[in-house]
């Protein structure tokens, strides 16, 4: 089980036990609205139950349907944005060997790869390029099949599988994961005949790893879902028991994020050491920018890769504005194991460390760093990991979850809504012309006019 490591120096002089106890009344209210699903949002918290709810028929369908595209495609296009490609993504490259792309022998299933994340014409273009040469599948996510960037790459995908295999050789290589009565995608999917998972009414897309949405393209990649799962709802288990800030990771890591909040720490990072871990960095980035930016409130989630960044923002970190805190990935086991060598000319000055391993290095790394930026006024938390599998991830992802959830909640905003992201929409619909849009493009062409003369 994974653990939130507060060791008294990491956090001395910034926050003490009185002023975090103080905290135990408000994350004990947050608390029961979430799992009692009364507060703001409870029409998206389908995800804190998930974990015991996913089914043996809903597993088995979903191993017996990925177990067909390992047979017949070499590549697998996940098309979809946001949560509806970051947690697979996240763990999929948790638990990939670091050069599975090169190399046949050094991957468990196809090649998963992803479309529809931006509008770039030249990755989509270079994309095609490399679906010539293969045999590929695709999962096309969306619960309304019309937002705009999974659905341009889902066009063309789409006609260029009926045109490389047929209508029904392409039939057979789509699956679509999507909403369960209604929405352009499912009209679609019904009326094609596709194998169509279905993305819960009460799930959002940033929670939603646990769905079809995550767990397809996980098994396809010949990862074991069920652990993934098991892990989950082990995490789920002490999450919901209890709001004690000493028995619940989920609900320390809430108060204590919350208060350095309140004492002007308005920028959090998530540090690891694993260059595997960069895409749990971005699915945490998205699941905490998303639910508690708004209303003018919310910690600005930021991610590093040391020691590779201690070569770029560590100096920022070290001595830039005292607005952060860090919380650390720890983990404590290597799944292989790698000695550094002795050189008799010992040009480099490296003999003192020969005979240790990388992981040692590497730890000492990390605690020299930790040590380091406290001295320069940077609090930082560690959580713990004994090694990286499909169950410590599920662990990881749903503490982080239920931890956004309460935290959103102590904040006194709703964490399962994004209205913001809507803004950007309306002036590249009005940009682009779109129908219904006309006074809008009117204004636009306007201001932008206005700010070419002056």
């Known amino acids: 089980m ?10 001395a002089g910034f926050l003490s ?19 009692n699903k009364t507060g703001k949002g409870n029409d998206f918290l389908g995800w804190v139950d998930l974990p015991e709810e996913i089914s043996e028929v809903l597993l088995s ?51 998963v790869i992803y479309a529809g994340n931006s509008i770039s014409q030249d990755y989509h273009a270079s994309l095609f390029e490399l679906l010539e040469e293969k045999n590929y599948a695709v999962a096309v996510i969306s619960k309304s099949g019309t937002t705009t960037e999974p659905a341009i790459a889902f066009r063309m995908l789409k006609a260029h599988l009926e045109k490389k295999y047929g209508k029904d050789g392409a039939r057979e290589r789509i ?33 939603s790893v ?47 994020r919350n208060s350095f909040y309140r004492m002007g720490k308005q920028v959090e990072i998530l540090v690891n050491y694993e260059p595997s871990l960069q895409y749990i960095t971005e699915w945490w980035k998205q699941l905490y920018g998303e639910s508690e930016g708004k209303e003018g409130e919310g910690i600005f989630p930021a991610g590093v890769g040391f020691t590779a960044d201690l070569h770029s923002m560590g100096q920022y970190i070290q ?49 020299g760093t930790v040590l380091a930026h406290i001295d320069g006024e940077v609090p930082n938390l560690e959580l713990c990991l004994t090694k990286i599998n499909e169950e410590n991830i599920g662990e990881l992802l749903y503490f ?22 809507e803004a950007y929409k309306k002036n590249m619909f ?7 849009y006309e006074s809008q493009t009117e204004a636009i062409r306007a201001r932008l006019a206005g700010n070419d003369q002056a």
């Open 210 to 256: 646990l769905t079809p949405v995550g767990l397809l393209p996980i098994a396809v990649a010949g990862y074991d879902i069920r652990k993934f799962v098991e892990g989950a709802r082990a995490m789920r288990k002490v999450c919901v028991a209890t709001p004690s800030l000493f028995e619940n990771p989920a609900a320390l890591y809430a108060a204590i």
């Open 2 to 11: 994974i653990h939130l490591d507060l060791k008294h120096e990491h956090i």
């Open 319 to 367: 001595e830039g504005q005292r607005m952060i805190f860090e919380t650390v990935i720890k983990v404590s086991q290597a799944s292989k194991s790698l000695t550094i060598p002795s050189d008799p000319a010992d040009l480099d000055g490296m003999n003192f460390i020969a005979g240790k391993s990388f992981n040692e290095v590497n730890g000492m790394a990390a605690l």
């Open 61 to 111: 369908q979903i191993e017996e349907d990925a177990r067909k595209i390992r047979e017949i495609a070499e590549v697998f296009v996940v098309i979809g944005i946001g949560g509806s490609y970051l947690g697979a993504r996240a763990v999929i490259e948790a638990l990939s060997h670091p050069f599975a792309a090169v190399s046949d022998s050094f991957r468990k299933g196809p090649l």
């Open 400 to 421: 982080f979850e239920f931890a956004c959830g309460l935290s959103g909640y102590i904040l006194g905003v709703n964490p399962f809504d994004q209205p913001g992201v």
């Open 17 to 35: 036990d009185d002023e975090l106890q103080i905290m135990q009344e408000e994350v004990t209210v947050c608390h029961d609205m979430l799992v």
């Open 175 to 207: 699956i679509s994961i999507t909403d369960q009565s209604k929405g352009a995608l499912k009209k679609l999917s019904t009326d094609e005949g596709y194998r169509t998972y279905v993305i819960p009414d009460n799930v959002g897309g940033r929670y």
């Open 430 to 436: 009005a940009l682009l012309g779109k129908p219904g």
